[in-house]
């Protein structure tokens, strides 16, 4: 095949957040301008000021900017802007979209429009990587009557989970353990999705117990070569939303890493697919892995594999894109270290998860060895109720997993951000937890086995009583700040009262 | 002045004078405390250093330190008195306040209801996700102040609850 190579000589970023800023970075490195898009309310992030143009497109709601296609397009053409790059959510698993970037005559920096259609249909994609012998959990198909569907269930084997077909949200979802269960446990999901769906239909899957989510990186040129640059460990989830991933996985060997490596280049060869993607797979205690879906675009938690092969996934994005080979990979084959990735997310542990909004008012970054932060806020930020909870991702490497825990453990002590809640208090309990410094754990750890207020240490009475004395001075402070009326001090030994006179005094 | 504070199952009396000096139990202890702006500040006791996040909630400080968020409760010599005379300490408010603007999806309640503690009242959206507020009490719902598909600001009253007599 002949080398085909299109230029590419401005980006425009369809996105916003810590990703855009990512996207613009790889372009700036390859010394490509980049145009980045703005709401009303995303006038001052770091998008905005780090790209070398910003166009406003609408009001906060993502339906009135980040959304509009059409919108997108014209300002593409207004800046000159050649490709688009999505990023991840809003517009980057969008067919019609990516369709409408390649009629227009622009380079959509991510798969075929067919690619991402085929593998954002769960039966398309289940049809079409079958044909490459990719396993499936084992299940049914969807609305066969109750008589079928139990001997189904029978051939399958215990345990199960009935599915509604219209299903959500764990509605219609039932887990079965035992054969004589079976019919109530039916009744009660067909009722559920009835009421919840107005469709009562089920399937019937084999239920995963202590499963592990395990997710490939795909990277795929238009020269014909599809690599694989190893795996992710993503099982650290609550409510489906991933908040902790590592690579390598320690559930990983050399084996089974190359058999999923394997079925993770056929399930994207079964597609056609260019352009980086991810395989999500489930993985059994005994190790046996089925594919889950594609995510036809670049993972939130692309770092951790950037880390441990020292590709740069957008960098790749972008050369592929142009029609080039992809960069050599021969050598990342065998990962580099470890690395880990906390999501720092504006949401409150202590209070079931809460997201919180407000402005912040200090955020001071860990840095040292091994330490990245990609972020999109800065201090003054103000995180509005419009976009995702998700304010900045941590991620350390070491040569070995304890080496990169240890460097996670210091650089979650030396963040600070406040002005709002945030989930750093949820990660340092993590790191501290037991089982999973030993790589104990599956997809249900968090929400079953873990809780902020059982500590694996208790705080020692010297610790309670330093709470005590921090509290107390508090109280006092805001007592004496509050009353105005303060009695001359007769010396100042005391430096938490001197400050708060200083303060009173430079009001 | 003379405080007592109340953590998980223990209790320490503190006193600050008028020059700042603090006893802990009767006992001195040489502390600087220091404010690094906003809620964050910095405590030196004796040589070990550490910071802290101190807010205030609903009479309540809440300490977080090294990831770990402690409740206590700081009574001065007329707030023991108060919690005596009320038979305990530490009387939770049945208002429910908005966390955060969003859009009300749902009130799962009547007025005239009775509901336990932790009981969903309200559903409210914010960020592409369903919160689910939970009473603060147990009682009876007295005012409803929202319904559904109504917008909300921060810190705005959604519902009323009224204690129950035999917990108050």
Redesign the interface.
């Known amino acids: 095949m002949a080398e085909q190579v299109t230029g590419i000589n401005k980006i425009l970023i369809a996105n916003r957040g810590e990703i855009a800023v990512r996207i613009i970075r790889a372009a700036r490195d390859l010394g490509i301008p980049t145009v980045a898009v703005y709401s009303d309310v995303d006038r001052t992030a770091l998008h905005v000021r780090y790209a070398d143009e910003a166009v406003h497109i609408g009001g906060p709601r993502p339906a009135e900017s980040y959304l509009r296609k059409d919108t997108l397009i014209d300002v593409a053409r207004r800046t000159g802007a050649d490709a688009i790059h999505p990023g991840y959510g809003f517009l980057a698993e969008n067919a019609d979209f990516a369709g409408q970037v390649t009629d227009a005559g622009m380079v959509w920096i991510g798969p075929s429009p067919d690619a991402i259609a085929t593998m954002g249909d769960k039966q398309a994609a289940r049809t079409a990587v079958t044909r490459n012998k990719v396993p499936l959990i084992p299940g049914t198909a969807a609305g066969m009557p109750d008589d079928e569907l139990i001997h189904a269930a029978r051939a399958i084997g215990f345990p199960v989970l009935i599915k509604a077909v219209a299903g959500g949200g764990g509605k219609g979802m039932r887990p079965v353990q035992r054969e004589e269960d079976f019919e109530a446990a039916l009744n009660t999901a067909r009722r559920e999705a009835e009421s919840a769906f107005g469709n009562g239909d089920v399937y019937v899957e084999k239920l995963l117990v202590g499963a592990r989510h395990i997710e490939f990186q795909i990277l795929a040129d238009t020269h014909g070569n599809t690599v694989h640059l190893g795996e992710r460990e993503c099982s650290i989830q609550r409510r489906h939303q991933k908040l902790v991933e590592e690579a390598p996985s320690v559930f990983m060997d050399e084996d089974l890493r190359a058999r999923m490596g394997e079925m993770a280049i056929a399930a994207a060869e079964s597609v056609g697919y260019v352009n980086a993607g991810t395989i999500e797979c489930l993985v059994d205690r005994d190790k046996n892995f089925y594919f889950l879906e594609m995510n036809t675009r670049l993972q939130v938690e692309h770092p951790v594999t950037e880390l441990v092969t020292g590709v740069d996934l957008p960098k790749e994005q972008i050369r592929i894109a142009r029609g080039r080979r992809m960069g050599p990979t021969e050598n990342v084959l065998e990962p580099k270290g470890w690395a880990i990735e906390c999501r720092i997310n504006a949401e409150d542990p202590y209070a079931n998860f809460m997201p919180s909004t407000g402005q912040i008012t200090t955020m001071l970054l860990p840095t040292g060895p091994g330490v990245r932060v990609d972020s999109g806020v800065y201090t003054g930020s103000e995180i509005t109720p419009y976009y995702d909870s998700m304010i900045a991702k941590l991620i350390t490497w070491g040569e070995t997993r304890s080496e990169a825990m240890l460097r996670m453990r210091r650089a979650l002590s030396e963040y600070r951000i406040m002005g709002l809640k945030h989930n750093i208090p949820f990660h340092i309990n993590l790191l501290n937890s037991i089982s999973f410094i030993a790589g104990k754990f599956d997809t249900n750890f968090v929400e079953q086995r873990f809780n902020m207020h059982t500590y694996e240490q208790d705080p020692t009475p010297e610790e309670l009583e330093t709470l005590a004395i921090a509290a107390t001075l508090y109280a006092h402070r805001k007592r004496l700040l509050a009353s105005q009326v303060v009695a001359p001090a007769k010396r100042d030994t005391s430096n938490w009262k001197w400050m708060s006179r200083f303060e009173r005094m430079h009001r | 002045?003379k405080?007592v504070?109340v953590?998980?199952d223990?209790s320490?009396e503190?006193e600050?004078d008028?020059?700042?000096?603090?006893e802990?139990n009767g006992e001195a202890?040489d502390?600087?405390?220091?404010?690094?702006?906003?809620?964050?500040?910095s405590?030196i006791?004796e040589t070990?250093s550490?910071?802290?996040?101190?807010d205030?909630d609903e009479g309540k400080?809440a300490?977080?330190?090294?990831?770990?968020?402690?409740e206590?409760q700081?009574l001065?010599e007329r707030a023991v008195l108060l919690a005596q005379r009320r038979g305990g300490f530490g009387m939770r408010s049945g208002e429910v306040h908005a966390?955060?603007?969003?859009l009300i999806v749902a009130v799962t309640v009547e007025k005239g209801q009775a509901v336990a503690q932790g009981e969903t009242l309200v559903i409210l959206e914010?960020?592409?996700?369903q919160?689910?507020l939970q009473s603060p009490i147990a009682g009876i719902v007295q005012s409803i102040y929202v319904s559904a598909d109504q917008t909300v600001n921060?810190n705005d009253l959604l519902i009323e609850i009224h204690a129950n007599a035999d917990d108050a």
């Open positions: 002045m405080y504070v953590i998980n223990h320490f503190i600050i008028s020059d700042g000096q603090i802990v202890r502390v600087d405390f220091l404010n690094l702006g906003g809620s964050l500040f405590i006791t070990k550490l910071e802290a996040v101190i205030d400080i300490v977080m330190m090294d990831g770990r968020l402690i206590t700081v001065d966390p955060m603007p969003g914010s960020m592409k996700m919160n689910e921060k």
